[in-house]
Nanobody, 118 residues
């Protein structure tokens, strides 16, 4: 049984930092990624990382967010710095693969809320 369990969300002031973690079990994924969904908006891809360490980021988070992966622990992290109110969303961890240069998520975590507000 594949499971993705996120942790680390919460409330933070603008300019602050949070680190999300996602522990995977039941499968080793070719690639993992984080999505987010704000109220009333579509779910967007934030960042991805392959098992060889190649990363990609949405333009809106480049230079502020860093995705990392511990293959030994089958865990992926999202370090979020210089947070803005527009980063407020539910963040979802995913496990999947890269095919034809695109990331295809196959499994989803339950989501963790990140709220950026003063």
């Amino acid at each position: 049984q594949v499971q993705l369990v996120e942790s680390g969300g919460g409330l933070v002031q603008p300019g602050g930092s949070l680190r999300l973690s996602c522990a995977a079990s039941g499968s080793i994924f070719n690639a993992m990624g984080w999505y987010r969904q704000a109220p009333g908006k579509q779910r967007d891809l934030v960042a991805t990382i392959t098992n060889s360490g190649d990363t990609n980021y949405a333009d809106s988070v480049k230079g502020r967010f860093t995705i990392a992966r511990d293959n030994a622990k089958n865990t992926v992290y999202l370090q979020m710095n210089s947070l803005k109110p527009e980063d407020t969303a539910v963040y979802y961890c995913t496990g999947g693969r890269v095919w034809l240069l695109s990331y295809l998520p196959g499994y989803w975590g339950q989501g963790t809320q990140v709220t950026v507000s003063s």
